[in-house]
């Protein structure tokens, strides 16, 4: 008898499952990537070829197995400036850039820097991304064509419908299980508008899909210095926010699934598709958090459901179109909406009475700022936002217990942080004037962050000096006082009391120990 056919590592029926996960991503890809093509006013096949490459490519070799990458309307929106001003072969030649960049980020490994995004950014960086997903399906609403709102019998068939297939979905995910529920919903709801002949608006209306493989296509613009002076800046912010989406997606998927995913390997993944995409007449692309959900809650947790996906949405291209063409937007926009809830931390209502205030308040800017600007700019404020409270309330904890010896030597036994933040309480803890003759600061509890804590101890030497009156430190660790030598700091250091400190160096979760005196 021959065995059911199954790949390697996976069970006939995980595979099952990974595979119907990747049509159910391709089918909402669909509709996905011809709105954000139109977004940077460009040809529909520009951002459906861009959606294949990109979510190939990082599929294979991406740092986060089931994590789905496409065009994205994050990147559409600043695409669509260059594109009016000088053409979409400014774009290709843009893109490409961009996925240079990227692959020199995840050389330099910058991605491990995403782990300085705190908790209520990423909170924030969820709903507000909810909320643009929620947003965004509106535009399905409109009449194919125009911008008028539906109305009467159109408006109640597709708000029917929608509702109808987010129904399907709840009691799939319930009551059925091995098979996707989000594919589920769109085979029914297309079965039933098919069937009955329902006059509703469909994919085809957006545009037609139908298209050949793409091909390999050099950009036409001049190779020169102003063409980079015009591309750069744009490769920039686009390869900013790519990252920084793709990044945040990567943690949120490794979250859900209670799996680890490599950071610098994304970055270097995203960026070898942008540069394919680019040469293919792709839009580029990076991770979408909305597609990612729905391949996550459909079962896919391998590489074979990203690859499903792009390989069946290649087919919809060359071979399928006439078909994908009559699924009802209203299905995939139901669809859309379950991602919505699935996405939006409703957690958040509940904690945030409970949570610092300058937390609370971080969580609704970035939501709100994701909302009105981007991604990249809302978790820039956010992550400004946080150190700045963070340095705020470290600059608190500088304090200071004093005693005198018999000798009359007077210590202040130093704790807290001592950085540009807390400079100003730090010089409130001492009085040259009213010391005895000889002080000593003791660091054992205290540390030097920064060159504006050792601008401070060279400025309290020369007020004790000023006053005739001698200081010295105790206890300060090594590395702090390579940095007072390097500066040329005056003041004496007393090393005959001085422990030893455990460093630990974290290089991208390789943990060493090394021992400083």
Not at 180 to 193: C, E, F, H, T
Not at 295 to 309: H, K, P, Q
Not at 459 to 466: E, I
């Amino acid at each position: 008898m021959t065995k059911p056919f199954s790949l390697p590592g996976l069970s006939l029926a995980q595979t099952r499952t990974e595979l119907l996960s990747g049509l159910t991503v391709a089918l909402a890809l669909v509709p996905e990537a011809v709105a954000f093509a139109f977004v940077a006013q460009v040809n529909p096949l520009v951002g459906l070829y861009a959606a294949f490459i990109v979510g190939l490519i990082t599929a294979v070799i991406g740092g986060r197995p089931g994590m789905i990458s496409g065009a994205t309307g994050a990147l559409a929106v600043v695409m669509v400036s260059l594109v009016v001003t000088h053409g979409v072969e400014y774009l290709f030649a843009t893109v490409v850039l961009m996925g240079i960049l990227q692959v020199l980020a995840g050389a330099l490994r910058l991605g491990k820097f995403i782990r300085m995004v705190p908790h209520p950014v990423m909170l924030g960086f969820v709903n507000g991304l909810a909320i643009v997903i929620f947003l965004a399906q509106l535009g399905q609403f409109k009449v194919p064509g125009t911008n008028d709102w539906m109305a009467g019998e159109q408006l109640t068939l597709m708000l029917g419908l929608s509702f109808l297939t987010m129904g399907i979905i709840w009691l799939g995910s319930k009551y059925i299980k091995g098979f996707p529920a989000p594919l589920l919903g769109i085979l029914a709801v297309s079965a039933l508008v098919i069937g009955l002949g329902i006059d509703i608006p469909r994919v085809g209306d957006l545009a037609t899909i139908k298209g050949g493989l793409p091909e390999f296509h050099i950009p036409i613009v001049p190779l020169n210095a102003e063409t980079l002076s015009i591309i750069f800046p744009y490769a920039v912010i686009l390869a900013a926010i790519g990252l920084i989406e793709s990044l945040l997606t990567l943690n949120l998927v490794a979250e859900l699934t209670d799996s680890k995913g490599g950071a610098s390997q994304e970055c270097f993944a995203q960026g070898t598709a942008n540069i394919v995409t680019g040469f293919f007449g792709g839009m580029g692309g990076c991770a979408m958090i909305g597609q990612s959900m729905i391949n996550v809650n459909s079962g896919g947790r391998t590489r074979l459901a990203g690859i499903a996906a792009a390989l069946f949405l290649l087919a919809f291209i060359v071979v399928g179109s006439s078909l994908i063409e009559q699924i009802p937007l209203a299905a995939l926009v139901g669809v859309m909406f379950m991602v919505v809830i699935g996405t939006f931390a409703w957690s958040s209502f509940r904690i945030i009475n409970k949570i610092p205030r300058t937390d609370a308040f971080v969580l609704v800017l970035v939501s709100g700022v994701t909302v009105i600007s981007d991604l990249a700019v809302a978790v820039v404020v956010g992550v400004i936002v946080s150190a700045l409270v963070f340095a705020w309330q470290a600059a608190k904890r500088v304090g200071a217990h004093t005693s005198v010896s018999e000798d009359n030597v007077k210590t202040y036994e130093l704790h807290g942080p001592l950085f540009f933040g807390s400079i100003a309480s730090f010089n409130e803890l001492f009085d040259p004037k009213s010391d005895p003759d000889e002080v000593i600061v003791d660091f054992l509890d205290s540390r030097v962050w920064d060159h504006s804590g050792l601008q401070a101890i060279d400025a309290l030497y020369d007020r004790y000096k000023a006053a005739g009156k001698k200081l010295r430190l105790m206890h300060l660790s090594a590395d702090c006082q390579r940095l007072l030598t390097k500066a040329g700091n005056r003041v004496e250091v007393s090393t005959l009391e001085d422990p030893e400190y455990g460093i630990a160096i974290d290089y991208e979760g390789r943990l060493e120990q090394n021992t400083a005196t």
